[in-house]
């Protein structure tokens, strides 16, 4: 049984002032092709398919589009988990639609009955017969909240937390091997799961987990040892865990300037009564990610001796050091940009940065004798001097522009707030 997993799609999302839909495309064109190459039974996506609960049309459209043309490939079937971005009932919406296409989605459970009613999938190999037994079995975990599965995390205790957790989640997937194992004697168990398992750093989940600072990940002994491979989603770097049984294939396509290293998805063999072979595939890099920081001086000289060999130019993020207020910075910047020609790096982070007071400055400016007597402009403007922030008016008008957007029920309104808000970031 041959298997590719990949998670963490975010589709929708944007990297700043950049769109990621471009990047997006060409990810899953590559896909596309590596399923038909090589040869794939089965495409497993561990959750987070999309970066919101309510993602946008143009989301849905490159999602859906792609599993609508997936067939093609000879994949014979497709699994996909709800991740804690994805909305669960919007994810299993139109799954009665895609099980006629061989796509079997499930965006959330209720708990373990309900688990086991849904999530034991059998898998085939391309071209078997439909009266042929599985090759393998998918215990399709999605993302899990703990009340789901009885746990209260009103625990006194920080170790009675930690073992309700870790006594449920084990119980979770011990329940569905044996569901499998009475169903589908005999043959490989692959499972899902979008979780944080043993090990993580802080900078592996920056949306964060479930009780920070009591339970900062369930261990690997959750990863019950009739699983052959465990196919993560959750955090955004590729890497084992359980011994080499479970891994986390990463995002497929960057979502932050950290996101360095090389992106990946995995070819997973299984065969009954061997371990799983994994076999990492890069993802061709659609653009580069490149943060310059200095002078204006500086950071122009960098964006004019850019050079790039990927389909789609730069994207760049931008520390501007500034002695004082912003002046002509930004056209010299924008001049530098057009000296690229027509296929110009993209600015999708910006920002100008004056140098910090000495240490004590701050205390020369007096405390206000009380916060409720002054307006959330003079706060935000006291903040400003005291952290020797340049062009405080821009800030401020950005600020009035964010704060009235809540108050305002007209689409086109705020449309247009929106825009004007976008003019004044730039």
């Avoid at 495309?25 to 038909?36: C, H, P």
Wanted: charge should be negative; glycine fraction near 8%.
């Amino acid at each position: 049984m041959r298997i590719i997993h990949s998670s963490d799609w975010h589709l929708g999302l944007s990297l700043g002032a950049l769109a990621l839909g471009e990047e997006h495309d060409l990810f899953l064109d590559w896909l596309f092709g590596v399923l038909d190459a090589h040869a794939v039974d089965a495409l497993v996506i561990a959750g987070d398919v999309f970066d919101t609960a309510n993602p946008s049309a143009d989301a849905m459209r490159r999602y859906y589009g792609f599993l609508a043309r997936i067939a093609g490939t000879g994949v014979r079937q497709v699994i996909i988990v709800g991740g804690n971005h994805d909305g669960a009932s919007r994810l299993e919406a139109p799954a009665d639609v895609l099980r006629a296409l061989a796509v079997h989605v499930v965006g959330g459970i209720d708990g373990v009955d309900d688990a086991l009613a849904r999530c034991v999938i059998p898998l085939w190999r391309r071209g078997a017969a439909a009266d042929h037994p599985p090759a393998a079995v998918c215990l399709a975990v999605p993302y899990v909240h703990e009340f789901r599965l009885g746990v209260r995390t009103t625990e006194p205790e920080r170790s009675a937390m930690q073992s309700s957790m870790m006594s449920a989640f084990t119980g979770l997937y011990a329940r569905l091997c044996d569901r499998a194992a009475e169903l589908f004697p005999g043959v490989p168990i692959v499972a899902t799961g979008h979780l944080t398992l043993g090990g993580a750093s802080a900078a592996d989940y920056p949306e964060g987990i479930h009780q920070v600072g009591m339970i900062d990940a369930l261990p690997d002994t959750v990863v019950d040892s009739r699983i052959q491979y465990l196919a993560l989603g959750h955090i955004h770097r590729s890497y084992p865990r359980a011994g080499g049984r479970a891994w986390y294939s990463g995002t497929p396509v960057a979502t932050s300037f950290t996101e360095g290293a090389a992106r990946q998805v995995l070819r997973v063999d299984l065969a009954p009564g061997a371990p799983a072979v994994v076999s990492p595939i890069e993802v061709p890099r659609a653009r580069a990610l490149v943060q310059l920081d200095g002078t204006v001086d500086e950071v122009c000289a960098h964006v004019r001796a850019l050079r790039w060999s990927e389909r789609l130019p730069p994207a760049l993020k931008l520390t501007v050091r500034v002695d004082g207020a912003v002046g002509n910075e930004g056209e010299r910047i924008e001049e530098a940009l057009s000296a690229c020609g027509e296929l110009r790096p993209v600015v999708a982070l910006r920002e100008f940065k004056a140098p910090a007071p000495a240490d004590g400055a701050e205390l020369a400016i007096p405390l206000p004798e009380s916060l409720a007597a002054m307006s959330a402009e003079d706060v935000l403007r006291d903040l400003c001097a005291r952290r020797g922030v340049a062009d405080v008016d821009s800030l401020v008008a950005v600020f009035a522009l964010a704060t009235g957007l809540a108050e305002i029920e007209n689409d086109d309104a705020r449309r247009g707030i929106v825009e004007r808000f976008l003019e004044v970031v730039s």
